[in-house]
């Protein structure tokens, strides 16, 4: 049985592998001190060492965390017996795994991300992806001697499949399902790819002049400030709960929408995987400010399209596949 290491870098990871145990044998968890994940992994109970942070918006700053990240993971590692590294976009778990010659598998959904991808993807031994991003734009950043797997779907597949709504965080938010319930999530503004400026407050302001009794929900991201901070809570039930989720980002709205609740992204690029959902009519997409044209009153009662999560491929079902490409490769080697 293969021992994996994981890194959650990123704090929708925490919901992308909180369930990999179902689909590997053994494991171990690390990650990062970046809001939310310490608080979400205490909330799911997940055993899960953190070590290292986020560097912050400074490229300088990035570096030098990055490469003490680096370090520390090194020291940790070295002494575990693991036979697979599991990651999503994580340079520093990438970095480590090549150093030490331990066969890594990466998750890519954000072709965006080219810096990140361009050190992550050449130090992978398997990309793993969906369909929707083209071949030709991941071989940009990832050598032939990298095997790409492609599942028809999206990552946010493994966040919600199986999923049960809490209903308590209704109670937890003091909301009230007689009374529209808007969920917002601002911009990546600490992202590589974004233009730092967020139009989240003319946003909700323009919400509660059409929707007087709006209940609306701003989930913070680091970096942001200006409102209250909320207590840790499973944003998958809240969306499940919603009327309407918005986001500048776009995991959270691809969750709303296999979730079959009304999801707009007002995320300012063009991801493949965004294009994807809105071809099934499950997501909708109105860039910066072009989400302050709609018609709020509309939108709160619009009727939604449902399609069933079964008709995507789950992002882990191609795990067995890459260890064989592996093992083959280690073979003919």
């Not at 494991?27 to 986020?54: D, M, Q, S, V, W």
Request: hydrophobic share 40%.
């Amino acid at each position: 049985m293969k021992k994996y290491w994981v890194d959650i870098f990123n704090g929708p990871h925490v919901h992308f592998f909180q369930n990999v145990g179902n689909y590997v044998g053994e494991y171990l968890f690390t990650a990062r001190e970046y809001k939310p994940i310490p608080e979400l992994i205490r909330h799911y109970r997940i055993k899960a060492k953190i070590i290292g942070k986020h560097g912050g918006k400074s490229n300088s700053s990035k570096l030098e965390t990055s490469s003490i990240r680096v370090i520390e993971l090194a020291d940790y590692i070295k002494d575990e017996k693991i036979d697979l590294v599991l990651h999503k976009h994580s340079v520093e778990a990438a970095r480590v795994a090549w150093g030490f010659g331990i066969p890594s598998i990466s998750y890519i959904d954000n072709e965006l991300m080219v810096p990140q991808n361009m050190l992550v993807c050449p130090l992978s031994n398997v990309l793993i992806a969906p369909i929707s991003i083209e071949q030709n734009i991941l071989r940009a950043f990832t050598p032939s001697h990298v095997s790409i797997l492609q599942f028809d779907g999206v990552c946010e597949v493994a966040n919600v499949y199986g999923m049960k709504p809490e209903e308590s965080v209704l109670k937890l938010l003091n909301l009230n399902t007689s009374r529209p319930i808007i969920v917002i999530r601002g911009e990546p503004i600490l992202a590589s790819y974004h233009s730092k400026e967020s139009i989240v407050k003319v946003l909700i302001k323009k919400i509660k002049s059409q929707i007087p009794d709006a209940q609306v929900v701003w989930i913070n991201r680091e970096g942001e400030v200006g409102h209250k901070t909320l207590p840790i809570f499973d944003a998958r039930s809240l969306c499940y709960y919603a009327d309407i989720v918005l986001s500048g980002g776009g995991t959270l709205t691809r969750e709303a929408a296999l979730l079959g609740t009304n999801a707009i992204s007002f995320f300012e690029k063009n991801l493949a995987v965004d294009r994807y959902l809105i071809s099934k009519k499950i997501l909708r997409q109105f860039p910066g400010k072009e989400i302050l044209k709609l018609n709020w009153k509309k939108e709160v009662n619009r009727k939604i399209n449902k399609y069933s999560i079964d008709n995507f491929d789950h992002p882990f079902s191609l795990l067995r596949t890459a260890e064989k490409l592996i093992e083959n490769k280690k073979l003919h080697k």
